[in-house]
């Protein structure tokens, strides 16, 4: 399972941080990462790290302003937000893959948390 966490509304160029804390599977073999999706839009990767082999995925859109860290002993994955835009605006997912990044979003073995609203208002 999956827990995503934090979230809320943030002006833009503020920050947030989301968190997803996994249970019941092998943290250390997985690749966590975010997805988000905005109002009538697709699904999109956002950024992705593999505990496996230290392996990263980052959307050109988020480069520079978003970072992912992984805690093994909490079995957590981080994602600090800075300079948010309004175009972010978004419910973000986290997801977690067995192996490497980038996490395949159609597998049936990937594992899903429950979405998280984010906000950022102009």
């Known amino acids: 399972q999956l827990q995503a966490s934090g979230g809320g509304l943030v002006q833009a160029g503020g920050s947030l941080r989301l968190a997803c804390t996994a249970s019941g599977f092998t943290f250390d073999a997985y690749a966590v990462g975010w997805f988000r999706q905005a109002p009538g839009k697709a699904r999109e990767r956002v950024i992705c790290?593999?505990?496996?082999?230290?392996?990263?995925a980052t959307a050109e859109s988020v480069k520079g302003r978003f970072t992912i860290s992984s805690d093994t002993r909490k079995n957590t994955v981080t994602l600090q937000m800075n300079s948010l835009k309004p175009e972010d605006t978004a419910v973000y997912y986290c997801?977690?893959?067995?192996?490497?990044?980038?996490?395949?979003?159609?597998?049936?073995?990937?594992?899903w948390g429950q979405g998280t609203l984010v906000t950022v208002s102009s």
């Open positions: 997801a977690a893959e067995n192996g490497p990044c980038p996490i395949t979003p159609g597998n049936l073995l990937t594992y």
């Open positions: 790290i593999s505990n496996v082999d230290g392996s990263r």
